[in-house]
C-alpha cells in the first residue's frame, strides 16, 4: 500500500504541554504546533491537571499543526496519539464532563494507600501481575484515593454512570466518542494483568475499583475510531496509541531484543526491549509491555532516574552557578576533570535501581581545589552515572549487555553529556537525526495500522543518524570512576533526615 498518500498526525499530549505534528513517510515534520497548559498544586505534593484545558488545547494544537503543514485534513490518513502516562482522569458517562481534575503521575497523594497494601502483603501480587512496584506513581491507588475520598463518586461508578482513563482514553473519548485505551497505558494502571493482557479482578478487588469504569483494552497499532466529522471537517481515522516512553521506544526502531533508547529529559527513562517474554527483574527495575502489534505483544525492562536534566536547572535557577543549560557544556570542559567532587542529585529521593525515597542529595569529595567547574561537571557526570546504574541493572536482568545506547530529550544538546555516557557505559550513545522522536513512535503505530508503512522494516530505513559519541576511556579511569559513584551513592544513602 505504498501509494496510500497523505500524511500522519502525532498527537504528543504531554505533562506540561501539548503538542502536534504532521509527518510524512519519511519521517520529516511537515508543520508542528505547541500549547502550554496549566498545573495545580493544590497541597504539598499534590498535582492536578484540567482535563478539558488539556483537550482544548490538544484539538487547537491539532487544527494549528495541520494548517502549519500546509494541507487539508482530508490529506491526513490517520492519527497516532501518545501522552503522558499514569495521569488519571474520571469523566460522566452521559455528559461527558469530569467529575475530577486530573489527578497527574507526579502527584504522591495516594503514598499512604500504597503502604497499606504493601503492610497487607500485597505487593508480590502486584509485582507478579503488573510488572510495576506499589507506588503512587501509577494509576490504580490514584483511582482508589478518588473513590474513598469521595463516596458519591464511588457509587456512581459503581452504578455505572462513570468512566475512568488515562490522558489517552480521555482524549479517545472526546476525539471519536469511543472508550477505550491501549496495552502501553493500562499496563501502567496497577490493575493490568500484563501475561494474560486482561483488567485483573484480583487486583481490582484489592484496589476497591468497579471493572465498569475500565476501558476497553486494544492493541498499541488498532483501529481506535473515527475522529468526529466536526473536530476538523474531515472524518480521520485514529490508529496508533502508546504512552509516551514506549513510543520513543519504537520511534527510535528499537524493535529487536537488547535494543535500548534513554531519554534525557527532566528525569530519564531508560527501556529495553525484552522481546515476546516478560523479564521479571531482579535488579529493581519495571516489567513492562512495549507494544503490541496484531498478536504479537513485545515486552520492555524499564528503569526511571528522578533527577537528570533538572540537576542542571537547579545549578542555574537555584546555585547561580550557571546564567543557561547551553553554559554547562563549556563550563565541564574547561577541566580535565571534576577534581575528585562527586555530586549525588537525589532531591526527591533516588530512582531505579535504588528506590529509595528518603535519600537526599550531596556533593562528596570537596577540597579547596574544587570549583565552579568542577561542580558543573560533577552535576553532568552524575546524569551519566546514574543511566549507567540503569544499564548495567538491565543487563544483569536481559542476561546480555546493551550494545548501542540510542539516545533522545532535550538533555542530549550536552555533547560532553553524550561522550561522558559512551565512556562510562563502554558503548556508543547515537542520537537520531528527527528529534520529535516520541511523537513519531506514535505515527509509525498508526501508520503501520492504516498501511502508510508496510513493516517494522519500512519504518528502520526512516532512523537516520545524526551524531554518534563512541567511547574513549581506559577501562582502569571507568572502574575507578564508577567505584566513586557508588561510594558516594551509598554514603548519600546512609545519611537520613
Known sequence: MKDLKGYILALDQGTTSSRAIVFDRSGSMLGSSQKEFTQYYPEPGWVEHDPEEIWESQLSVARQAIANAGIAASDVVSIGITNQRETIVLWDRDSGKPVYRAIVWQCRRSTSICEELIQSGLEGEFRSRTGLRLDPYFSGTKLTWLFR????LRALAENGDLLFGTVDSWLLWKLTGRHVTDVTNASRTLMFNIHEMRWDPLLLSFLGVPASVLPEVLSSSDDFGTTKPELFGYPIPVNGVAGDQQAALFGHSCFKPGMAKNTYGTGCFCLLNTGTRPVESKNNLLTTVAWKIGNTVTYALEG?????????????DEMKLIDSAPESEALARSVETSNGAVMVPAFVGLGTPYWDPEARGAILGITRGVNRAHIVRAALESIAFQSEDLLE?????????????????????????????????????????IAEITALGAAYLAGLRCGYWESCEDIERNWRLKTRFDPDMSD???????????KAVAATREYKQ
Not at 304 to 316: C, D, E, K, N, T
Not at 413 to 427: E, H, K, P, R, Y
Not at 476 to 486: A, D, G, T, V
Request: no cysteine; hydrophobic share 50%; net charge negative.
Open 476 to 486: 582502569k579511569k571507568r572502574i575507578m570512576l564508577l567505584e566513586s559513584w557508588h
Open 304 to 316: 526511571s532516574v528522578f533527577i537528570a536534566g533538572a540537576v542542571i536547572q537547579w545549578l542555574r
Open 149 to 152: 475520598e469521595n463516596v458519591a
Open 393 to 433: 541493572a538491565m543487563s544483569g536482568d536481559f542476561g546480555q549487555g546493551v550494545q548501542t545506547l540510542k539516545a533522545d530529550g532535550g538533555a542530549t544538546a550536552n555533547a560532553f553529556l553524550m561522550q561522558f555516557q559512551a565512556d562510562i557505559s563502554g558503548i556508543p550513545v547515537v542520537l537520531p537525526e
